[in-house]
């Protein structure tokens, strides 16, 4: 598939690039619980153009792409220009992605004390350098990533205006700055002020956790679409059910035996691509699938240290038996209360 920004059908729904998150593995899930008439454009995690590079093979195995997961956006962070244009080269020979991404929004001391990330919003002019040394060196439409600002939430007028003039393709906005981080709430109103300055695609992003969100963010902001982050977590099924509102649709509800089965195959996936060691860094997905689940509590603890597969499978059915047999219990006990206490008196 060929991506052009200008041209993909509105609204535009998007997986937000996530550092240890938005991995193969987790593209694939998403992709696997999505029809070709609801499935998002994913942005695979943010590597370092430098490592990438210097042919750093952890970073470059980062970049590697399952045919399942297409069409897929590879997000670079990095701020000297020809690094960052060589590494997109070696990406798009060795792997085409259909399109890439820089990061210049992330707020985390580790990114920004190197120019990077959001500290890019206070260069304009290096910030045009890398988009025109990018866009020269690859064949794929190049996105921007930013936020409102550093402190001054009004800054990405003037910085977003620069990425227009540099060649950017589309830019997506996090509604807040870098100084605040996650707190406060993601500016929707200045995100749809900004659109409205720009003519190249705008996406929002930040606060939009859920599908009825989603139709209030692109009611709010008129944006061309929406990248989703937190809101993917644990729930790969928000695009179908974004897709589901956006019809007039109630959301589809997620069953238990769907979310285990999910599980099942999101770990498959991530062992495929982690080996072993896999096992122990899936314990993150696991909380977000189980979070709020009603009964998964006294579960998690044991899902949390167990460091076998067949156990993580074997209180995975624990967890299912024990929501089967709770909703079993409701129902008898809506219809025949003298029932559900022998069953309860059997467990
Ligand atoms: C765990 C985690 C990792 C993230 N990693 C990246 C990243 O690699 N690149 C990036 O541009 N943003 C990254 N972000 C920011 C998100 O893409 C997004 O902008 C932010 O979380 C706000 O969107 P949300 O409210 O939908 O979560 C990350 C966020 C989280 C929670």
Not at 76 to 92: H, K, N, V
Not at 93 to 111: L, Q
Not at 118 to 147: C, D, F, G, N, Y
């Amino acid at each position: 598939m060929k991506l052009d920004w200008k041209a993909i059908p509105r609204p535009i729904i998007a997986l937000s690039p996530m550092a240890d998150m938005t991995d193969s593995s987790f593209c694939r899930t998403v992709r696997s619980v999505s029809t070709s008439s609801n499935s998002p454009i994913v942005f695979r995690e943010m590597v370092s153009a430098e490592a990438v590079v210097r042919h750093n093979n952890k970073t470059l195995a980062m970049t590697d792409i399952h045919e399942d997961e297409r069409p897929i956006v590879q997000q670079l962070f990095g701020s000297d220009p020809d690094t960052m244009a060589q590494a997109a080269r070696i990406i798009e020979k060795e792997h085409h992605p259909e399109g890439f991404d820089v990061n210049m929004g992330c707020p985390v001391y580790k990114i920004v004390h190197n120019f990077n990330g959001a500290a890019l919003m206070r260069e304009p002019e290096l910030a045009t350098q890398i988009i025109k040394k990018m866009k020269a060196a690859i064949t794929v439409p190049l996105s921007i990533k930013i936020r409102t600002g550093w402190d001054d939430p009004r800054e990405c007028f003037s910085f977003a205006k620069v990425i227009e003039e540099a060649g950017a393709d589309m830019i997506t906005i996090h509604g807040r700055t870098k100084a605040q981080g996650y707190s406060g709430q993601s500016d929707w109103n200045l995100i749809g002020e900004l659109k409205r300055t720009l003519s190249i695609p705008v996406l929002a992003n930040g606060d939009i956790h859920t599908a009825p969100l989603t139709r209030t963010a692109l009611d709010q902001t008129k944006t061309d679409g929406v990248l989703i982050a937190r809101g993917a977590l644990g729930n790969p099924w928000i695009f179908s059910q974004i897709t589901d509102v956006l019809r007039g649709q109630a959301p589809q509800q997620i069953t238990l035996e769907e979310r285990i089965r999910v599980v099942k195959q999101h770990l498959t996936f991530h062992l495929e691509q982690y080996g072993a060691p896999g096992i122990k860094t899936f314990r993150k997905h696991l909380s977000w699938y189980f979070r709020g689940v009603p009964g998964a509590r006294p579960f998690k603890e044991r899902l949390h240290t167990a460091d076998a597969v067949e156990t993580v499978y074997q209180i995975l059915d624990e967890i299912l038996l024990d929501g089967l047999l709770h909703d079993a219990l409701s129902d008898r006990d809506a219809v025949n209360p003298v029932a559900t206490e022998r069953v309860f008196m059997a467990k």
